[in-house]
């Protein structure tokens, strides 16, 4: 195996690392967290939805 595979390799999970680190950082920032309060507190809403004929159907 060459010396390039190996330093491809590298360079790989370098950015790969970036990428995840950059994600990571975008999602703790202070603008986000109201947007994912909302979204944490949908299970716990209690409505009546409408259920659709298609799922009452497979239901039966």
Partial sequence: MSPFWGHLAGVMIVLMMLSFIGIWFWAWRRYHKPTFDRMA???MQDEDLPVDA???EKVR
């Fill in 41 to 43: 507190q949908l299970p």
């Fill in 54 to 56: 298609a799922v009452q």
